[in-house]
C-alpha cells in the first residue's frame, strides 16, 4: 500500500478529531498532530525512536512518490528505495485478483 500525503493527512486529522471528541485540549490535540506528521508524514526519514525506549527504526509511512522527502533522507535504507509501488489488480503476487473475497450463491 502506497501511502500519500493526503492519506497521512486524513489519518492524523481524524486521530485529532477522535482525541478532541474526548474533550482533550486543543492544543494537546495540535501537538500530538505535529508529532505524528514531522515523525510518520515524510518519505525516507532517518531512523529514529520517537518513544525514547528502544533502538532507533525506520518510521515512514508516507511511501507514495509524492510525498515530501525528509530533510535527512535516507531513501536507500528502506525497501523499495523508500517508496511503494501500487498492486496491479488481478496480477499473481500483488495481494489479491478480481473477485476474491466473495462468495458465490449456493
Do not use: H, W
Not at 19 to 32: K, Q, Y
Not at 41 to 56: N, Y
Amino acid at each position: 500500500m502506497a501511502l500519500d500525503a493526503n492519506d497521512i493527512g486524513y489519518f492524523i486529522q481524524n486521530v485529532g478529531l477522535a482525541a478532541a471528541s474526548f474533550g482533550v485540549a486543543e492544543s494537546d490535540v495540535a501537538a500530538v498532530g505535529c508529532a505524528l506528521s514531522s515523525t510518520f508524514g515524510f518519505a525516507c526519514s532517518p531512523a529514529s525512536d520517537p518513544l525514547m525506549v528502544g533502538e532507533p527504526r525506520l518510521q515512514s509511512i508516507c511511501t507514495d512518490e509524492s510525498c515530501p522527502r525528509d530533510q535527512g533522507a535516507v531513501c536507500g535504507a528502506y525497501p523499495g528505495g523508500g517508496f511503494s509501488v501500487q498492486p496491479v489488480e488481478g496480477v499473481p503476487g500483488s495481494g489479491c485478483s478480481a473477485g476474491a473475497g466473495t462468495r458465490k450463491a449456493k
